[in-house]
């Protein structure tokens, strides 16, 4: 992580990692804010965009498990606007610049599952019909600025022709946020509540939030932005979608597609709990099969080519070597539009998760090195444990020392790792090439 950093490709990264529900390691890298000279702390608070839809495809799992809603149930049945869905289609191949798109009738009703699953055929305003959803105040996945309620924004998205008829294919966009409306309609709370209440505080998720409490102002991470593939960052433009209405903002729309604040440790007790089968420190969420079915593949083929699946919220591993990436049959993941991810293997009892703020963030560098680096953040600490090597006390970031070849204990289940669980211990991953290296010097 530390070379982004040196190489201006990231301003500020903070990185932690859980095995059998112990820290690992948890590292901060950078600046906070680069023009205010602040070092990245460990606790910086960061926007996590999509990673809010996993916490709000648990809310609507919490509401099912219930008995208040079904998968099965219409949205309509919650946001009347969704009776009579249509799905806009493009004029012929030919027809004049000019010409009117068509408008069709859905074939079948929106379900809650369909907007689990990102098939309920609604963009983020792309599509067709997008001059109609840009007039509508609705092209982006961000609403942080909106001085609305989420529910009146998905009122009217629910009159605007959608790009898909509903099941067929996998289209992202603001599902979720019509998912968070529905948990509002059914609950009766406002979202921020239902989190605050259900998730939140039996998690001990303490600085997550929609909006930032202005006494922790000085934690939120700053957001830069790379132009292009060998620039360095720049600061993001402040206000807007740049920095974001978080804090001075209207405060007024609770988007469960993409809203929320938090921090790596927060969101990895989330993860945790996840893992665990829907329980953490002696407090359930969730049953076990309900986060089962949460994370089995729900969409057959219709994602990322047939290489992935996708369950009720994020990405989920079915084949390994389809994939291309280390991990287990069940891993799931995400990511948000400023660049951060997570990564979690429930056979492995693995949670990791990356925070930065880099604005625009498709799936690149840093997401992919937090899936590569963990297994070998592993293996590097069970090898020199294994070796006996010791690390100079005047560098901290080796955490506490390894001599003790007991401390290893190795999986026979997870060979691709070779000895993965070294129970409390702090490592730098930046340190992982040079602790193998040093390994590979000594005698076999």
Known sequence: MQQYIDQRRAAGIVTIVV?????????????????ANSPMPTDAIFRIASMSKAITSTAAMILMEEGKLLLSDPVSKF???????????????????????????????????????HTAGISYGGGPAAAQWKAAGLNSFYCADKDEPI?????????????????????????????????????????????????????????????LPTGKRARLAAVYSLKDATAAVERAPDPGLGQGDYVDGPRKCFAGGAGLLSTATDYARFLQMLVNGGELDGVRILGPKTIELMTSNAVGTLFNEGKAGFGLGFEIVDTVGAIGEPGSPGTFSWGGAY???????????????????????????????????VPALLVAEATVSYLGLGFPDSDASWGTLLKDAANVRVMSEAPWMLAPAVGDVMVDVGLVASALAVAATRPA
Request: hydrophobic share 45%.
């Open 19 to 35: 095995r059998d529900g112990k820290l690992v390691q948890l590292a901060a890298y950078g600046k906070r804010d680069i023009e």
């Open 79 to 117: 946001i009347p606007s969704f009776k009579n869905s249509t799905v806009a289609v493009a004029p012929l191949a030919g027809a004049p610049a000019d010409a009117p798109i068509g408008i069709l009738p859905a074939k079948r009703e929106i379900a809650i599952k369909d907007l689990l699953t």
């Open 151 to 211: 529910g009146t924004l998905v009122e009217r998205m629910g009159k605007l022709p959608m790009e898909g008829q509903p099941g067929e294919k996998f289209i992202y966009g603001y599902n979720t946020d019509i998912l968070g409306a529905v948990v509002e309609k059914v609950s009766g709370l406002p979202l921020d509540q239902f989190f605050q209440t259900r998730i939140f505080e039996p998690l001990k998720m303490n600085d997550t939030s929609f909006y």
């Open 339 to 373: 660049h951060t991810s997570f990564w979690a293997d429930p056979k492995e009892k693995i949670v990791a998760v990356l925070m930065t703020q880099l604005l625009p963030a498709a799936r690149g560098f840093l997401a992919v090195e937090i899936v590569l680096l």
